[in-house]
């Protein structure tokens, strides 16, 4: 027999016998592979994922409520589901739609600073005195938005001139943001409610006085105000506001024109109305207000009221104590545009 290559050869019972390799050359082992368990699935099996659970709708994020005001203010309207007092204040149309552009100009144009607002009253009526200037009345807007913010969602009456219920369509708005006429019979109706009723005697002779005249008072009128007060049983505050002189500088009135519109003066400014519309705008100036100490006249007899030389003195206290609150913020002052 031939030989094999690779092979060896063997003796069995005298007979050779030729072992042939399992492998042979050039040929290479492969380990074998362990038994598979049947826990195991083979990694060349597809893998079939079970069909999971479909996700849950997310939850709609909550409408912010500045929105959420805004569509309860519409529906209210559409159903008449809103009220009105017997002076024809509109508390929600004030808080929708009045008080937020207000209160912009007031935070983010003005900046105005509030001092002594622990004098303002929480509850129960009081009479707020304050000066007047600027050309144009923003000072007791400022101030009424102060005043609702500071006692957390008080409403300030304002007293306000004849002519500001005879204008077409600012008659009617002034109305339903909580103004009155000033009359002593209003004034008194509302402090005796227990409201925070705001009056500004200067009236057209401050806001309208010339940029000269800045903060310096005015005749305060015959007093009625502290008569209503007296009668009501009410505290008077005075209020000083500084800032809104610089507003709009007024220069010069044209007459004229002020007697052709019914309008008490018709103002020049250095910017109005030389640039028409946009020197409308006001000057960004900074702004204080402060509420002084209040003058109690609860402790007045009810005859108290008849006697004029006493209802003078009043007037001319709450007048000097705003002139002279007037001069020492005017003192502290460094600049009129950062305080």
């Known amino acids: ?25 050039g040929r290479v082992s492969q380990p074998a592979a362990p038994p ?14 079970f069909p999971a659970a479909p996700p849950s709708p997310a939850e709609p ?16 309207r559409l159903t008449g589901d809103y009220t009105v007092d017997e002076f024809g204040f509109d508390a929600e149309l004030t ?29 129960g009526g009081a009479l707020l005195v304050s000066n007047h200037s600027g050309t144009v009345p923003l000072d007791a807007l400022m101030t009424a938005v102060a005043v609702h913010d500071e006692t957390g969602g008080r409403h300030l009456r304002g007293l306000g001139a004849d002519l500001v219920f005879k204008m077409p369509l600012v008659g009617s708005f002034a109305r339903k943001s909580g103004q009155t006429l000033a009359c002593n ?42 008569s209503a007060a007296m009668r009501a049983g009410v505290p008077i505050i005075p209020v000083s506001v500084v800032g809104a002189e610089e507003t709009y500088p007024k220069l010069g009135d044209i007459r004229l024109l002020a007697r052709l519109l019914g309008l008490p003066y018709f103002p020049v400014t ?56 007037l001069y020492r913020r005017l003192a502290q002052r460094k600049n009129i545009f950062r305080g």
């Open 1 to 25: 027999m031939s030989p094999v290559t690779g092979s060896e050869a063997h003796t069995v019972n005298g007979a050779e016998a030729q072992v042939i390799p399992l492998h042979g050359p």
């Open 185 to 226: 019979a209003d004034a008194e109706r509302l402090l005796s409610a227990g409201e925070l009723v705001g009056v500004w005697p200067e009236g057209f002779k401050g806001i309208g006085k010339p940029f000269s005249a800045r903060y310096k008072l005015q005749r305060f009128g015959r007093g009625g105000f502290v």
């Open 95 to 123: 808080e929708t739609l009045v008080l937020p552009p207000l209160r912009a100009l007031y935070e983010k144009w003005f900046r105005v600073d509030t001092f002594g607002v622990e004098n303002l009253p929480t509850a």
């Open 61 to 76: 994020e909550p409408l912010p409520e500045s929105v959420r005001s805004a569509l309860a203010f519409l529906r209210n």
């Open 270 to 325: 250095p910017f109005f109305p030389l640039l028409g519309a946009l020197g409308a705008v006001p000057l960004p100036t900074k702004w204080t207000i402060e509420f002084g100490e209040p003058i109690r006249t609860d402790d007045y007899t009810p005859d108290a009221v008849d006697d004029p030389m006493l209802v003078f003195t009043l007037t001319d206290q709450v007048r000097e104590s705003i002139q002279q609150t």
């Open 36 to 49: 598979s368990s049947s826990s195991e699935p083979s990694s060349d099996a597809p893998v079939v994922a």
